[in-house]
């Protein structure tokens, strides 16, 4: 038997799976005949420590082993062709990207135009098919419940549909997993740009439990799903509500007062009064004060983010060089990218004995604390759910710690509308990264209902979907300890 021995990168190796530094490089022996298997590939990831202890760990395993797709597995896959896309301000058909199926309630990326060259409507996602990115970021995955439902999402994104629907939760639950996910991502490819096609997984191990216990996995990680529904439902109600309220229309339908209509460019004036230092186009446009009008007819007064009614404190960290450890070393560290996640991917974890301070003063987050975004991509909003209590988040990220319960949940859904986006990104500044700081976060207007039961109804509503949130976040957990310690780790020795 031939051996050949694969580098892989700047990591030793351990005994645990889960336990890997930076200090050796890694590196493993291959046979020969290995390297035929998976198709004379030379790529050190495709036979990197993380995938063959992930294949160790299932010879262990007592369940059969098959593989997610092919003639014996579970599942069909495929993703659809490259196409040239028509843009359009607006249309029927909203598209989203791979990068956003992690997110609780995404929002469209843009409008295609119904003269792009593609059959559309197999773009759209099947209720119960699993989504899975193959492109960039590998393995993040998502199941497709009502919110997506029927959605369009880009070519670029491997479809997984279940021969049986109820394994597709447990499919689901088992990408999802440390093992799952290390085996998906084994088969990589790409110098620059990370690929994986649909037909690698046909290489991809999966044990084949009982279908009890797939069924009793299905059926938590569908219940987790149903959460998540529900919860953007009732924030659906609450905008709603906010909307008639304030009696407000679609905020496209405001048209723009230029001084000069003949003119190719957006031109308006301003007043010298009003420039409030700034001489940046963006900040004088005339929507804002189209916006504040409406609010002034309707609300019981115009306030500001920085008013003690509305908060106690708005922080915005101050940057520092990070020091990350491994899982159970240190607390999670997140980004604004992720913020949009339930339960966010490729978390880090930051040294508390390197930065207990800053921690506790800046960076930890709280149950009902608003978080913001105030560096490249300006104003993605979230009301932090329990489940995140104690975890950090980034210095791009400003936070909001609310007057109180009864005020959190209302002041998230106004931000989180087309209005407090336009409110918030007023203030951004910067020639190549957008910015803003916590003086412009606190200047932001902030209306308040004439009916205080109606603001109390949807701020009632906004905690309520967070709840749900959680509860959805941990039936999942639960979820995936049950494919740990009942299927993956299950070992027929246990038995005896």
Known sequence: MVSAKIIESNIST??????????????????????????????????????????????QCKWPIITITGEDGFADAFHRPRFKRIWV?????????????????????????????????????????????????????????????????????????????????????????????ALIRTNEYGAVISHIEPEHLKSVLIPNPPKTLKRRIHNLIFKSYVLRDESNDLLDQAEIMLYDAFNLPPIEKFTPHYFDKNSRLRNYTTHLSDLAGRLDASYHITLINDILCQFGKEAKEITTIGNQKISKKVILPGRFARVYVEEDEGTIFIGGKQIYELDPSNKKYLSFLHHGERIKKELTLDKNMLMITCS????????????????????????????????AG???????????????????????????????????????????????????????????????????????????????????????
């Open 14 to 59: 351990v005994d645990s799976f889960t336990k890997l530094t930076e200090k050796e490089l890694c590196w493993c022996t291959v046979t020969l005949d290995d390297v035929f298997k998976r198709g004379k590939r030379l790529e050190a990831s495709v036979f990197g420590i993380e995938g063959k202890r992930a294949r160790e760990v299932l010879k």
């Open 89 to 181: 301000e607006k249309s029927d058909l909203p598209i989203f990207q791979p990068s956003q199926v992690g997110e609780i309630k995404p929002r469209p990326s843009g409008y295609l135009s119904s003269l792009t060259n593609t059959d559309i409507e197999l773009l759209r996602v099947s209720p119960g098919q699993i989504l899975l990115t193959c492109s960039g970021t590998l393995g993040n995955c998502c199941y497709v419940s009502k919110t997506l439902a029927d959605k369009i999402f880009s070519h670029d994104l491997i479809r997984i549909t279940c021969k049986d629907e109820n394994d597709a939760g447990f499919v689901y639950a088992f990408i999802r997993t440390k093992i799952g996910n």
């Open 376 to 407: 490249g991509t300006i104003g993605k909003v979230v009301l932090v759910p329990e489940h995140w209590k104690g975890w950090t988040a980034n210095q791009h990220i400003i936070r909001v710690e609310p007057a109180s319960s009864d005020i």
């Open 410 to 496: 209302y002041l998230y859904v106004f931000l989180n509308t087309d209005y407090g986006r336009e409110l918030i990104n007023r203030f951004i500044y910067g020639a190549v990264v957008d910015e803003i700081d916590d003086r412009h976060v606190s200047q932001v207007p902030i209306p308040l209902l004439k009916d205080p039961e109606i603001q109390a109804e949807i701020n009632q509503l906004a905690l309520e979907a967070n709840n749900k949130r959680t509860e959805a976040y941990n039936i999942e957990q639960e979820a995936i300890r049950i494919i740990n310690e009942e299927v993956i780790y299950a070992t027929s020795w246990e038995d005896s």
